[in-house]
């Protein structure tokens, strides 16, 4: 009995989730896909240097950092670019996308510079 | 008159300077000899070796040993190039030579002939000792051999013996092999087996001791077999050379000329192997064979000319020598294919043999190592009868610069990658971004 119900719990679960998710704007939707992307290539490059090694480890360092910086920004632009967000309500959503270009901008400076 | 005797007397002195001639590093043969005998029936009883020597260009020098006018140097210079102690009972000499002074005449590179007999003085055995050589204690012992004997009318006392044990090398005794046994009466020795510098030219035969003939041996004797040597020769560190003997009468005409015929075997020679053997030594002591020289070391990168004051890690680089021999007249090339050369830093990292073009030109091509560091180029050949060479040249070794290295490291392509297409994406999104309605 409890088996089935935690089952069907969780299939529950996972429908509500799915069925909120299809409700979230277009635009939020676009910057969890960037997200998304740029995770799996954090992961991708992850996985190569387990395989091969460290070798250049400043090059891994910087390859990381870059995709995790970026997901990152592209969080903290959704959170103030997010309606229903009460703590940034007086915030312009183009004053969140200029800093989000800006902080990019100098990320991908720093990743240039320590990619070798 | 008197005036015309100064004048002449002037300009004898004046060309004095050019009228001695004595060896040099580019004429190693020596060239005036000083010969100190016993007494000067020796001189004519040894005619024939002395003739030959005279025949080859020496200046030979007869003085008795206990002259009170002879010396080895003046001024500072020495007067001779080469010393024959054919005096085996001289108890002092004469004039300012002494055992160190003879010492101090090969430490300065030059040449020494000393031959030994019974009752040989201790002041002969103690030139011989700082040799390297060490005489038999006893004086009046001599060599035994009572189955390697010269075979002759009279039943002597075996101490005249016949003797074919000869070192093998060519440079030493000649490329023409000594058939005929060297006749051989005196005294033996023996060589430290640590010292690396002394070898044993004419050995006994293993049935060989050292006593005295006219009594009765009271207690084992204390040289015996193949570790008695009769004749010795030394090469010293500076290239000096030094022949020791233990008998006056192999030098004699009567020896040269004698037939031999060694006891055991069939075979009656008709001449003794002495005279070829000494003659062929002696060419070997007055440096007229075996006198390498080194000239010409250069190094440069593989495809450049020019000698860099510093080479870098995994550069590839040559290296160049001009060995010559002197053929007794001239400078010949060196050929020989065992020349290497040590690139070395506390020990040696590379180690390769030279190889040569016949002309006397070696050369080697090697890498630097994966090591920064002042190395030196370091040839250090030692051949047996040759003299040895040893030639160090310092070079130092840097790292790789900075701009040195590979620009892109293949194994990094996928970080490469991954950073430019989160910057395409970026670029991407924000366009998408912006224009999202």
């Avoid at chain 2, 630097?368 to 040249?393: N, R």
Wanted: with cysteine; proline share 4%.
């Amino acid at each position: 009995m409890g088996r089935a119900s935690s089952k069907e719990d969780a299939g529950a679960l996972f429908h509500s989730l799915r069925s909120a998710y299809a409700a979230t704007p277009l635009n939020l939707k676009i910057i969890d896909l960037y997200v998304g992307f740029s995770i799996f290539t954090a992961l991708i490059q992850v996985v190569y240097m387990a395989i091969v090694g460290s070798f250049p480890f400043n090059s891994f360092l910087s390859g990381v950092l870059s995709c995790v910086g970026t997901a990152v920004l592209a969080v903290c632009l959704r959170i103030q670019v997010n309606k229903e967000n009460k703590e940034f309500k007086d915030l312009p959503p183009e004053r969140a996308f200029a800093d989000f270009v800006l902080c990019n901008l100098v990320l991908h400076l720093v990743i240039m510079n320590f990619l070798g | 008159m008197r005036k015309f005797w100064v004048i002449f007397v002037a300009s004898i002195l004046i060309l004095l300077p050019f009228l001695c001639n004595s060896f040099s590093p580019d004429n190693p043969t020596d060239r005036r000899v000083l010969v100190l005998l016993d007494d000067f029936a020796i001189k004519s009883s040894h005619s024939s070796y002395f003739n030959s020597l005279k025949s080859r260009g020496f200046d030979l020098d007869f003085k008795l040993a206990d002259d009170p006018k002879i010396a080895l140097q003046r001024y500072g210079q020495y007067l001779y190039d080469a010393l024959i102690l054919f005096c085996p009972s001289i108890e002092r000499f004469g004039g300012s030579i002494d055992v160190a002074a003879i010492i101090d005449f090969v430490d300065s590179g030059h040449d020494l002939v000393i031959a030994a007999d019974v009752n040989a003085s201790d002041l002969i055995r103690d030139v011989a000792t700082e040799c390297g050589v060490d005489f038999d204690e006893d004086p009046s012992a001599m060599v035994i051999d009572h189955t390697g004997y010269s075979v002759s009318e009279t039943e002597g006392d075996h101490t005249l013996i016949a003797s074919d044990d000869f070192i093998k090398s060519d440079v030493i005794l000649g490329s023409k092999k000594i058939t005929a046994p060297v006749l051989f009466q005196g005294i033996g020795h023996s060589l430290n087996p640590v010292n690396s510098l002394v070898l044993k030219v004419l050995s006994a035969s293993p049935s060989a001791y050292s006593a005295n003939p006219k009594s009765k041996l009271s207690t084992p004797p204390s040289l015996t077999g193949s570790a008695i040597s009769l004749v010795s020769v030394v090469q010293a560190r500076n290239n000096a050379r030094i022949l020791i003997s233990g008998s006056l009468s192999m030098f004699s005409n009567r020896f040269f000329r004698s037939g031999v015929q060694k006891a055991g075997s069939t075979t009656k020679h008709e001449k003794s192997g002495n005279e070829q053997f000494l003659t062929e030594l002696s060419k070997w002591v007055f440096h007229e064979r075996g006198h390498l020289k080194a000239v010409n070391v250069k190094h440069h990168k593989v495809g450049e000319t020019n000698e860099p004051a510093l080479y870098r890690i995994n550069d590839e680089l040559v290296y160049s020598v001009e060995v010559y021999e002197w053929s007794g007249s001239s400078w010949e090339p060196y050929v020989a294919d065992d020349v290497q050369v040590q690139f070395y830093m506390m020990s040696p990292y590379v180690l390769k043999t030279l190889s040569n073009d016949k002309k006397g030109l070696y050369s080697a091509s090697f890498k630097v190592p994966d090591v920064y560091g002042v190395f030196q180029f370091k040839v250090e050949y030692q051949k047996l009868g040759y003299t040895s060479l040893s030639l160090a040249k310092q070079i130092p070794v840097r790292p790789y610069r900075h701009n040195e290295y590979e620009r892109f490291i293949p194994t990094a392509y996928p970080y490469y990658g991954a950073a430019f297409s989160t910057m395409a994406g970026f670029f991407i999104f924000s366009f998408v971004h912006l224009y999202n309605k």
